[in-house]
C-alpha cells in the first residue's frame, strides 16, 4: 500500500448537514408502503418501525437534556462502560416497547417537527465547549460539543442507513456524508487498541475504496494509539473496504466473521483483528 502524507485528525463540523439529513429521512418515510413499516432491520429484532421510533426519542431526549435542561438523572448509579451501555438499553427498548401504539403517521408527523428543532439546537452549540455528555465509545470521559454533535449526526445517518436497507432504499454513501462518518468513526480505534500490544511506530491502515474513498492510520505511540487522515508507508497491517462495508463493519450492521471474508487483510491478522470488532456506537 502506498503511503501518503498523515494528518492529525481535526474537528469535524456536522450541524449543517442535519438539516438535509432530515429531509432525506422525511422523504424516506413517507414513501414507506404499510407493509415496509414490519420490514426486519439489521438492528437486531426492532423493525423498520421500532428504528423511526427510536429517532423519533433521540429528537425528543435532545430537545429536553440540550434546549430545556430537563435531564433525569438514572436510577441506579453508572459505575461504568458496561452500566452505561445497560442503562442506554433499557431507555431504548422502554421507549420502543410503548411507541408501537403510535401510528406510522404519528411517527411522521412528529418527527418533522422534532427535526428542524433539533437541527436549530445543534447548529447554535459553540463547537469548542464542554459537551453535557463524553462521546464514551471513544473513551473520553470530557468531550467538545462538535464531536456530540458528530456522534449525533453518526447516530442519525447510520439508523436512517438501517431502514434504507430494509426497504431497499439508495444509501447515502456519497462523499458529503460518508466522509464525515467515518472521520469521526475512526476515532473509536484508540480506545479498541487499547490493550493492544505493539512496537512505537507501528501502523494499521484502514482504506475505504472507490473513487472518493479515505483512508486512515492507527499509530502506536510510546502510551498508546492515534489516528491519522492519510495512510501510513509499510504498515503491519491494511484493512480494505468499499463504502457500504465500511459503515456496516463499524455500526454493528456486519458480523466480524461475515467482515473478515468482505475486507481485505494484508499483513498482520492478529493487528486486523481487533478493527474487525470496532464499533462506533455504544454495545
Do not use: C
Not at 432491520?41 to 427510536?54: E, F, I, K, L, Y
Not at 448509579?77 to 403510535?102: K, Q, T
Amino acid at each position: 500500500m502506498n503511503g501518503r502524507s498523515l494528518e492529525p485528525l481535526t474537528p469535524i463540523y456536522t450541524a449543517e448537514l442535519f438539516p438535509p439529513l432530515h429531509q432525506e429521512l422525511l422523504a424516506l418515510l413517507r414513501g414507506l408502503a404499510p407493509a415496509d413499516w414490519e420490514r426486519p432491520t439489521v438492528a437486531g429484532s426492532w423493525r423498520v418501525r421500532d428504528v423511526a421510533s427510536h429517532l423519533l426519542d433521540g429528537d425528543l431526549r435532545k430537545l429536553s437534556i440540550q434546549r430545556d435542561g430537563h435531564l433525569v438523572p438514572p436510577e441506579e448509579p453508572i459505575g461504568g462502560y458496561g452500566d452505561l451501555v445497560g442503562f442506554l438499553n433499557r431507555l431504548n427498548a422502554e421507549w420502543v416497547a410503548a411507541s408501537r401504539r403510535l401510528s406510522p403517521r404519528v411517527l411522521v408527523d412528529l418527527l418533522a417537527m422534532t427535526g428542524p428543532a433539533v437541527s436549530e439546537v445543534m447548529a447554535a452549540l459553540p463547537p469548542h465547549e464542554p459537551a453535557i455528555f463524553s462521546v464514551a465509545w471513544a473513551g473520553e470521559s470530557r468531550s467538545e460539543n462538535w464531536f456530540d454533535v458528530g456522534r449525533e449526526y453518526t447516530e442519525r445517518w447510520h439508523h436512517q442507513m438501517q431502514i434504507r436497507d430494509a426497504v431497499g432504499a439508495p444509501l447515502l454513501l456519497e462523499r458529503r456524508w460518508l466522509h464525515p462518518l467515518l472521520d469521526l468513526s475512526v476515532l473509536a480505534l484508540p480506545r479498541a487498541y487499547e490493550s493492544v500490544a505493539a512496537d512505537p511506530g507501528t501502523a494499521i491502515v484502514f482504506a475505504v475504496t472507490g473513487a472518493e474513498g479515505d483512508s486512515w492510520s492507527l499509530i502506536r505511540n510510546e502510551g498508546g494509539w492515534d489516528v491519522f487522515r492519510g495512510a501510513a508507508p509499510d504498515p503491519a497491517a491494511a484493512l480494505r473496504a468499499d463504502p457500504d462495508t465500511s459503515w456496516r463493519l463499524l455500526y454493528n450492521a456486519l458480523p466480524p466473521e461475515v467482515a473478515s471474508k468482505k475486507v481485505e487483510i494484508e499483513g498482520d491478522a492478529a493487528l486486523a483483528a481487533p478493527l474487525l470488532s470496532t464499533r462506533s456506537v455504544m454495545v
